[in-house]
């Protein structure tokens, strides 16, 4: 495995080979414009984390998890799961309008340009497959969107906190305490996330791919954990020592979603064998 690079080195090379390089024109938003849920670019998003936070109970999760994590819903390749994608907007996210095969193709190019290991691009392209959930009738607030683990107390640094007062665990008290029907420090994969693709993904993946990837994978949109710094009660030191590759991730994910089409023709090649050497032809979803 290699070192783990440094957030500045991430950051810097990012900004470099993305901003003059990849993507050289429309790169019109400042950093500080990304994720802007007090003004979101689409009214949909706020009306999005209601239903999400209103839904997403313990019972809900464990369902989602009984029925899904059995993949006998359909056969498919990568690439056929990638081109359903690229009929799909996301409605939780404020920044794109694109479409997601775009925003994948965008993430993989730039973890490739920064010079990281071919899993990590790979990573990159596949990290929001498990949004195929959508493809089999599930609505968007329980594929997309920050994720929070349900079972025990809500974090105020979660997205629209107040939200969660219409969610019928708030009413538990089995639930509403800080590690609520968790042991302190049990490691986040004894922790019941909100369902949707990050979880679906990993279990997906799980067989296939280096362990950074699947945190990355399992955890990319649990930003209470990964920016805010919050639930470290719930880890362990194999998560701490993971939550570097999370974050070193995230750029790549975030900042990358500049309205310009990558050549998907012209990198199909690249990924083809990219895919081929770490995935199976065919996988059950
Ligand atoms: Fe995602
Ligand atoms: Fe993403």
């Not at 590759?245 to 994910?253: R, T």
């Amino acid at each position: 495995m290699n070192a783990m690079p440094d957030d500045r080195e991430v950051g810097e090379a990012w900004e470099r080979f993305v901003v003059e390089q990849v993507y050289p024109e429309p790169q019109t938003k400042a950093r500080d414009d990304y994720r802007n849920y007090d003004a979101p670019g689409r009214e949909t998003v706020r009306e999005f984390y209601r239903q999400n936070h209103r839904e997403q109970t313990y019972e809900f999760v464990l369902a989602k998890k009984r029925d899904y994590l059995r993949f006998c819903r359909r056969e498919m390749s990568v690439f056929e799961a990638l081109e359903y994608l690229n009929t799909l907007v996301d409605d939780s996210d404020p920044d794109i309008d694109l479409t997601q095969i775009n925003h994948l193709l965008q993430t993989s190019e730039a973890v490739r340009a920064a010079g990281h290991p071919d899993w990590f691009v790979l990573t990159g392209l596949l990290h929001d497959l498990g949004k195929v959930l959508c493809l089999f009738g599930e609505p968007q607030w329980a594929v997309v969107g920050d994720t929070f683990p349900v079972g025990c107390g809500y974090s105020q640094r979660i997205v629209y906190p107040e939200f969660f007062a219409e969610n019928p665990d708030a009413q538990d008290p089995r639930f509403q305490s800080r590690c609520g029907v968790y042991e302190e420090g049990c490691g986040l994969r004894n922790v019941h996330l909100s369902w949707g693709h990050d979880e679906y993904l990993y279990h997906r993946m799980k067989d296939f791919l280096p362990e950074p990837a699947l945190y990355m994978i399992r955890f990319h949109s649990f930003y209470a954990w990964h920016r805010e710094g919050e639930y470290d009660w719930l880890c362990d030191d194999h998560d701490r020592e993971m939550l570097p590759w999370v974050q070193a991730f995230n750029p790549f994910d975030l900042y990358t979603k500049a309205p310009v089409e990558p050549d998907w023709t012209s990198l199909r090649p690249y990924y083809e064998q990219l895919i081929d050497r770490y995935l199976p032809p065919t996988l059950a979803w």
